[in-house]
């Protein structure tokens, strides 16, 4: 009955699996976008330290005199050296050009400075330069910063200029504008490395889908042959104790009914009816440890032997409690035999909202599909007369609440389960089923 052969990998997994490949692809292309944006980037700090360390050299011979002149710096032979640099061809590069140089003492005070008047954006570099700090913070080498002032791309640059002792006396600023032509050249190459970035993941997705999906489908496969496992299993033992019990398949297909119903209409989440319905498939499981002297006495019991019989709440948590997957029955098997009022329970003595509420709703359940069902000692009472016993044991055996929420639904359900053969409620409770393991399996 429980057999479940849809296809076992649903749509939601398969949309899943895209959304997870899109998203995991999208962030793979942005982590390359910014590698290609900063390896380009300091590329181009790469050609502006190398232009850099020419300048300086050039600017250490050109100065030497006024770099070894003692006490202070001499300010307009520095300026004179440094206009002799910019003047160089060899300085005019395809790259770009330096639009701002300036010298600066140990103390960072501008000894000289060149700018190129002809810079649209030299007044934003000259402010720049002002308010930036030019005290000496390094001891070797050539510091470099990529930076856009007004849109432009510009490369501050700066390294130390040294006596002939090898002693720092000064150092070189200077602001290094990229051309037009290699800022494009970096833009396509920049878009190149990207679209190479992005089609490689894509191809790898698209490559990497159906395999994924492939082993999604055999993980899938035996998910669902561990789940028709399960549910058989809980068929098995159910059906076991009921012809145990003198009873039918029926009555549990019945009582697991009306329990999830009344469970939707209570608002219960899908964890919990998962739970309730192993609870009610197995409530009486532990009447197997019930000797059948008393199990199918045709009288009343007496005392004693209705103390045995309370032990099979005790037998039933014993059974399900080894098994992971029908320990969730736990709720019902325990408690079903508890009153609202907390008085005469087997149990534990647990009254009202201490009640695991599946039991509440199994409890009413139960008690309805006895009231309408015929049994060896009794025929099948009215549905009128049925409802009444119910409601005469609104808070003492019942929860009212749960009660009045079964009344409202119950008629339905009695027209269509009871008196009816196995087939009815079995195809119901098929649906049942269905929706709560076999799709939610399928879902996850
Ligand atoms: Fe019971």
Redesign the pocket.
């Known amino acids: 009955m429980f057999s479940n052969s849809q296809n076992p990998l649903s749509r939601s997994v398969k949309k899943s699996l895209i959304r997870r490949l899109a998203i995991g692809g999208f962030i793979i292309c942005l982590i390359i976008a910014v590698y290609v944006l900063l390896a380009n980037r300091n590329d181009v700090g790469g050609v502006v330290v190398y232009r850099m360390i020419q300048v300086t050299e050039l600017f250490n011979s050109l100065a030497a005199e006024h770099l070894n002149s003692e006490g202070s710096l001499d300010r307009a032979g520095l300026q004179d050296s440094l206009e002799e640099l910019i003047a160089m061809p060899r300085l005019k590069m395809k790259e770009g050009q330096f639009v701002y140089a300036g010298i600066y003492d140990l103390g960072g005070h501008e000894i000289a400075k060149l700018t190129d008047p002809d810079f649209e954006q030299i007044g934003a570099i000259n402010g720049f330069m002002e308010n930036a700090s030019h005290k000496l913070s390094f001891k070797k080498g050539i510091l470099h910063e990529t930076m856009r002032l007004q849109g432009k791309l510009l490369v501050r640059t700066a390294a130390i200029l040294t006596n002939d002792k090898a002693e720092t006396v000064a150092h070189i600023e200077g602001m290094y504008a990229v051309s037009p032509e290699v800022i494009s050249e970096i833009r396509s190459r920049i878009i190149k490395g990207i679209l190479i970035g992005i089609s490689v993941v894509i191809a790898t997705v698209f490559l990497m889908y159906p395999i994924i999906l492939n082993l999604l489908s055999r993980v899938s496969k035996l998910t669902v042959n561990l789940l028709d496992s399960n549910l058989e299993t809980l068929q098995v033992l159910g059906s076991a104790i009921a012809k145990r019990d003198s009873d039918t398949d029926a009555h549990n297909y019945r009582v697991t009914i009306f329990s999830v119903r009344l469970a939707e209409a209570a608002g219960l989440d899908q964890h919990s009816i998962q739970r309730l319905i192993k609870g009610a498939f197995l409530?009486?499981v532990g009447k197997i440890g019930v000797r059948d002297k008393i199990l199918l006495k045709p009288g009343k019991l007496d005392d004693e032997e209705f103390e045995i019989m309370k032990t099979?709440?005790k037998h039933g948590l014993d059974i399900v409690s080894r098994s992971n997957w029908l320990h969730d029955a736990e709720d019902v098997v325990g408690y079903?035999?508890e009153k609202f009022n907390g008085k005469g329970g087997y149990n534990s003595g647990l009254a009202g909202g201490g009640i695991p509420i599946n039991a509440r709703i199994f409890a009413i359940a139960d008690v309805f599909d006895a009231l309408t069902s015929k049994r060896p000692y009794k025929e099948p009472f009215p549905y009128d007369m049925s409802i009444e016993i119910l409601q005469e044991g609104r808070g003492t055996y019942f929860d009212p609440a749960l009660v009045d929420m079964f009344i409202s639904i119950a008629q339905p359900l009695y027209d269509l389960l009871s008196g009816k053969d196995d087939n009815i409620p079995q195809e119901e409770l098929g649906g049942i089923i269905e929706e709560y393991f076999t799709k939610a399996s399928a879902a996850y």
């Open positions: 409530h009486d099979h709440v079903h035999h």
